[in-house]
């Protein structure tokens, strides 16, 4: 299962949009090379159709902006 996390302005990509695509195998997440963006439309657009949006919880990091699963 692949998870997309789209995070604003991470400590690594300061001011950008950046799309991390983690793929759970068993018990174990690995999180593949992020995608970097300059719009959150441009950042949705490497996400696939199929998938379904979640907005952040309360007590996720600041910079996480969505979940995609």
Request: charged fraction near 25%.
């Amino acid at each position: 299962m692949d998870i997309y996390t789209v995070y604003f302005n991470p400590s690594d990509y300061p001011g950008k949009y950046v799309v991390r695509v983690t793929t759970i195998v068993g018990a174990r997440g690995i999180v593949g090379d992020p995608g970097v963006f300059d719009s959150l439309e441009n950042a949705r657009e490497c996400i696939p159709q199929s998938l379904m949006r979640m907005d952040r919880l309360p007590e996720d990091d600041p910079v996480i902006v969505e979940v995609w699963i």
